[in-house]
């Protein structure tokens, strides 16, 4: 039978969030059910609660960063155990026999596509699916995480599971590492995470940011240097000298002055999406120095946990401000102002109490 689950939800895109109860299933034979100790905040929580972008289906529970303990397992789950630590990030199914879900790559899948972690289809009790901002949840153990860190470092794993993976993903693909000058354009909840990943990889990183008041945070987080994108002598000072860039502002801007920074056969990758589009970039930009523009999306289910354990090993987590649930609006207005460093996280314990 299924067992009552209690969560905040958005029932409109103009309504706040609000108490809610739902039932989630019991679990199947290959199920892991988790008690939800931390769940992160991402910005696609807000842009989908609020309906910014299409296919907000309500009532809408947010959250795909999820950390927590493992409660029960079904009799074919064979990786994890009543009381291991375990994540859940962005998505929780997809077909599994398409070419992307044969190489690893579900978060690419060509079947059905990726059933996310919520306002997905529910291919268990119809309807869509609910996500992090409850008290707990279950999935397929082949949707399932390790987690290896310290517990006293749960709640700073939490974003790993989108923040994490979005940039591990595109800095693995395209090699980054000893030797490189990567830049990361955008020091938030994605860019203080990529800049982390990045220096970890052993690359020399530095930070473009239109606010010089962030460039000791970017030293402390392993960048080299901040340079202030609005700044044309500096970024002038550093034309075709970059091996990659990750960009990972989400606001439509001008990518011309990034392109124009990388050697050639360089890579700019994005991995924010605007609510509108980016300003088509020059071609000549792109074609006299055989310069790519490229995006990436997540990463798979073993790419996830090979971030997981690349971040235990070189003793990363994410930068984060704990919330209660209760103040889940404010936080999603400080978001909106970019008023947090870098990611705010829900302790579920404010939702059961």
Known sequence: MPTPAK????QSATTPLAPFSFERRDPGAKDVAIDILFCGVCHSDLHTARAEWEGTLFPCVPGHEIVGRVTAVGSDVT???VGDIAGVGCMVDSCGHCA????????YCEGTGFVG???????????????GYSDHIVVDEGFVLKVGHDEKDLAAVAPLLCAGITTYSPLKHWKVGPGQKVGIVGL???GHMGV???????AEVYVFSTSPNKRDDARRLGAKELIVSKDADQMAEHANSFDFILNTVAASHDLDQFLGLLKRDGTMTLVGVPETPHPS???GNLVFRRRALAGSLIG????TQEMLDFCQAHGLTADIEMIDMQDIETAYDRMQKSDVKYRFVIDMASLKN
């Open 7 to 10: 969560a905040y939800a958005a």
């Open 79 to 81: 990786k994890f155990k």
């Open 100 to 107: 992307s879900c044969n190489d690893g790559e579900e978060q």
């Open 117 to 131: 972690t919520y306002n997905g289809p529910d291919p268990v009790l119809g309807g869509h699916t609910f996500g």
């Open 188 to 190: 938030g909840g994605l």
């Open 196 to 202: 982390k990943i990045a220096a970890a990889m052993g």
């Open 281 to 283: 970039p020059s071609v």
């Open 300 to 303: 798979g289910i073993a790419e």
